[in-house]
Antibody
Framework: EVQLQQSGAELVKPGASVKLSCKTSGYTFSNYYMSWLKQMPGQNIEWIGNIYGGNGGTGYNQKFKGKATLTVDKSSSTAYMDLSSLTSEDSAVYFC?????????WGQGVMVTVSS | DIQMTQSPASLSASLGETVSIECLASEGISNDLAWYQQKSGKSPQLLIYAASRLQDGVPSRFSGSGSGTRYSLKISGMQPEDEADYFCQQSYKYPLTFGSGTKLEIK
């Protein structure tokens, strides 16, 4: 069974950074892209970028360049997303999802709250 | 970026009713379109890809159609478990973009 397990909710101060994780199981991690997506409360879904599990190659939405950095650890089949210089506009639920173009399995989502 | 205009923003349907949701792309997307269902507090689930292909495990009452810039999702016979938000998403060009969603409720 394919599973994507995301790390827990985060409360962070403005200006700080946070690293989110997405641990996978049930499939060959290095054969698939992993995407990260953002959903603000009651809002549309935004695609942040994707990363290939095989070689760590990345593609980003221009809107999130400089904000998000995607990495992978093949040895643990885990994808990571670093979010930097956080502001209130970064408060949202962040999902990891398998796939580079369409997303067939999703993590449960992690709420990031930016507040002093 | 390709803009995806989804309509209606919300609708209510009776059990057994057939409902349709539409998505209009700002340029042709060559059937590179997916539909997702998101229940309250949950992650989205892939229903349809390549405009009309049913994802494994999705009930056959869900169907997709369209071409060029206009696409639609149809639910033939509303069920209680279909109450959810629905989103379209294009994969024709990066950045991948989503419609603003349709909230479907039971009347």
């Amino acid at each position: 069974e394919v599973q994507l397990q995301q790390s827990g909710a985060e409360l962070v101060k403005p200006g700080a950074s946070v690293k989110l994780s997405c641990k996978t199981s049930g499939y060959t991690f290095s054969n698939y892209y992993m995407s990260w997506l953002k959903q603000m409360p009651g809002q549309n879904i935004e695609w942040i970028g994707n990363i290939y599990g095989g070689n760590g190659g990345t593609g980003y939405n221009q809107k999130f360049k400089g904000k998000a950095t995607l990495t992978v650890d093949k040895s643990s089949s885990t994808a990571y997303m670093d979010l930097s210089s956080l502001t209130s506009e970064d408060s949202a639920v962040y999902f990891c999802a398998r796939g580079g173009l369409r997303f067939d399995y999703w993590g449960q989502g992690v709420m990031v709250t930016v507040s002093s | 970026d390709i803009q995806m205009t989804q309509s209606p923003a919300s609708l209510s349907a009776s059990l057994g009713e057939t409902v349709s949701i539409e998505c209009l792309a700002s340029e042709g997307i060559s059937n590179d379109l997916a539909w997702y269902q998101q229940k309250s507090g949950k992650s989205p689930q892939l229903l349809i890809y390549a405009a009309s292909r049913l994802q494994d495990g999705v009930p056959s009452r869900f169907s997709g159609s369209g071409s060029g810039t206009r696409y639609s999702l149809k639910i033939s016979g509303m069920q209680p478990e279909d109450e959810a938000d629905y989103f379209c998403q294009q994969s024709y060009k990066y950045p991948l973009t989503f419609g603003s969603g349709t909230k479907l409720e039971i009347k």
